[in-house]
């Protein structure tokens, strides 16, 4: 297969399996708050957020690893392929030897932490901590197993085998979407049941992926000789941290402070409606995220190979293209945010619509500069751009206390998260142009001010069906036609480049082709 049919075809199977996860998402959150409750489903929010640290460092070491070993692909395209496959083995093996040991540490130093917290700090409802115990426990199992799987799982990204990890991402979707169903249904305490259900679905997958990559991927051999490759643990760790504090840890500790203020403040209720908004994000972004899964490794690779003139390309149709597929979604359901949150829960909880508006435009906002984002860190130069975005990530924290202590109430960690992205937008820009030479004047113009502009279009057409129709589900569908049938073919003629468009035109062409055989 073709470096740019493995694309298309990741990029189509990550798109459909975000479609299905998308749809099915909106019925099985509605059934899991229904389930639970708005108290128990703040709870988890809340609980689960303890053990986010370890979430995170998970996703900061995956990104690493996926990395270099990418980045060795791409470097070894003139190498005999054994020298590839080994240097891939010790590329491996050491990541392997750190996730054996650090999720172990990690749970022996966080878990007495978390558990005090739960127990001293947090505000939790009477009757409900030995609960909020015991789902932190089995979060924590979660965690740690996830963690050991990632070695594995980077391989996948690595290889650009994205379309086989869309399969177990389908898998899940579906899993969760009958639970969720029978969560209705189930006797005893729900809270317990829910936690439980997402240790052994996220458990089972992650065993499932793992037996898979041992027999697909002879680099993913486990080695003891080849696990103390100092020099490489260094690269490995280096790399991570930069990425850690400025892609993640930053963030975490801005995202999770803002989840606490949020308790401290206003309670578990409105931890519910961040947790719903937050929720509706990830729906909104998994579509741009899914033509992201598939490109990430395919930037790396064209970075190792030396290829700076294709990875810049790369990187900004990334930018645009996340954009513009985030903006499809994003400008309807802005629109219609109150009808659809009505529709989806029955019941809206309090401030959850101002939330969930202050959260797309903060997805929208980060989708611009991905593409440059991937290609700085495929140069492995991060460290002073991503402390710069780390400690603009840190300030959300601060920022959400402030302005709840002044009384902004409880949307005010929604604007201190909404205000960052604006910040780190243009860091972004400024490093591309500083790292990777990119014409970043020439992406503004060509691409973020007609993708803003057709934004706006789309929005003042929508908003005509507002207008024009009383608040019932179908009007809905006509303000999504209405942007639709403005943005499409805006962006289409004034976002694209004549080469994007011919290139767009002949790979259509040729899958009709196809289907009609």
Known sequence: ????????????????????????????????LAALGQSDFGLYCVVGSLIT????????LSVSNARYYAYS??????????AVQEDLSRWFNTALSIHVVVPAILLLVGYPVGEYAIRHWLNIPEGRLVACVWVFRL???TAFVSMSSVPFLAMYAAKQYIAARAGFGLVSTVMNLVFAY???YVPGDKLLWYAAYMMVISSGLSFAQVLLALRCFPECRPCLSLWGDWKRIRSLFSYAGWIAFGGGGGSLIGLQGSTLVTNHYFGTVINSSYGIAGALADHTRMLSNSLMEALSPAVTTREGGGDRAGTLRLADRTGKFGAVLILLFAVPMTLEMKSLLMLWLGRIPDYVVPICCLGLVASVLEKYTFGYQ?????????????LTGGVLNVLIFPAAWLLAALGVGPVSAA?????????TFWTNLYFARRILGADVFSYLRHGVLPTMAVTVLSLGAGAVSIWAFPMVWWRIGVTTFICL??????????VLSIEERMFLKTKLAGTWRRFLG
């Open 374 to 386: 991937m290609a700085i860190a495929a140069t492995g130069k991060v460290a002073l751009w991503q």
């Open 139 to 141: 979060a924590s199992v």
């Open 53 to 60: 640290f370890i979430t995170f460092f998970n996703s900061i």
């Open 1 to 32: 297969m073709t470096p740019t049919k493995r694309i298309i075809v990741n990029a189509l199977a990550t798109y459909a399996q975000s479609l299905v996860r998308l749809l099915a998402g909106f019925f099985s959150i509605r059934w899991v």
């Open 182 to 184: 029978c969560l209705l």
């Open 73 to 82: 692909i791409g470097r070894g395209k003139n190498t005999p392929h054994d």
């Open 485 to 494: 049938a403005v943005m499409l073919p805006l962006s289409f003629y004034f």
């Open 415 to 423: 604007i201190a998260i909404a205000l960052c992205p604006c910040c």
